[in-house]
């Protein structure tokens, strides 16, 4: 059986969170998409074209210690815009996404672009403040010296920049269910996650 999931939706709405949630109660495999982007982005800062860093990757790639920061986050995005980057990494997720037991993808075209035909579509939201302090609580735990305002101005340069480019851009599938964690524990929107899942498996 195949079952997917696409989560998608601007930065740190809580895709991630919901997704990882998601896969450990419905015994699904997750891939966090985003790391391949932030992946090929760290490459492209060690100095390598972007299209060979796609092309590229290697497992311990994805497992850097630095690609949850901002410098890597920017870079994750640019070159997130070349149209050959993305197609370059295109049969790895669909693979993925279609593996026998199921799979939860987030990211930012799972329900558009990689897989259309997912049995489950979120567009996960928040508003911008809230995603700000969001990460902006994470990057602080991590050690990372930053200020709620950069945190702000990177969020929002990084979402234009996804939701403007011409191929694959951040934008809800029509079908997709929107789901704004706003004013949502982290419970909450897991919990409103799963009562979406559960109706379409009985569909
Ligand atoms: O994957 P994405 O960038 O969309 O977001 P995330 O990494 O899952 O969530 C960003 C941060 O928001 C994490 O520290 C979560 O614990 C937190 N979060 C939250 O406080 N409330 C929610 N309803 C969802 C996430
Ligand atoms: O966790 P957060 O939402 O901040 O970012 P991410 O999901 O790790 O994605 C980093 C960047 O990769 C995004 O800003 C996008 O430019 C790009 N990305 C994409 O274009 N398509 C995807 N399916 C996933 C990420």
Redesign the pocket.
């Known amino acids: 059986m195949s079952f997917t999931i696409a989560i998608d939706?601007?930065?740190?709405?809580?895709?991630?969170?919901?997704?990882?949630e998601v896969a450990r109660l419905f015994g699904l495999a997750h891939l966090?998409t985003?790391l391949l982007y932030r992946a090929t982005g760290a490459r492209r800062l060690d100095g390598m074209a972007p299209l060979e860093a796609a092309q590229a990757l290697r497992a311990e790639d994805l497992d850097r210690d630095d690609l949850r920061s901002p410098d890597v986050a920017r870079a994750a995005s640019e070159v997130a815009a070349i149209p050959e980057v993305r197609t370059a990494l295109v049969d790895f997720q669909r693979a993925f996404a279609r593996r026998q037991g199921g799979a939860v993808l987030?990211g930012r075209d799972i329900g558009t672009v990689i897989c259309p035909e997912a049995e489950v579509k979120l567009f996960?939201t928040?508003s911008d403040s809230i995603?700000a302090d969001?990460?902006y609580?994470?990057l602080i735990?991590k050690g990372v010296d930053t200020t709620p305002e950069a945190v702000l101005a990177d969020l929002r340069e990084r979402d234009a920049r996804d939701s403007a480019r011409a191929t694959a851009p951040l934008k809800p599938a029509a079908d997709a269910v929107e789901l704004d964690?706003s004013t949502?524990?982290?419970e909450?929107?897991v919990a409103r996650a799963c009562e979406v899942i559960r109706a379409a498996m009985q569909d």
Do not use: C
């Open positions: 939706g601007p930065a740190a709405a809580g895709k991630g969170t919901i997704s990882k966090d985003g987030d996960v928040a995603r969001r990460r609580r994470e735990g964690t949502m524990s982290i909450e929107a």
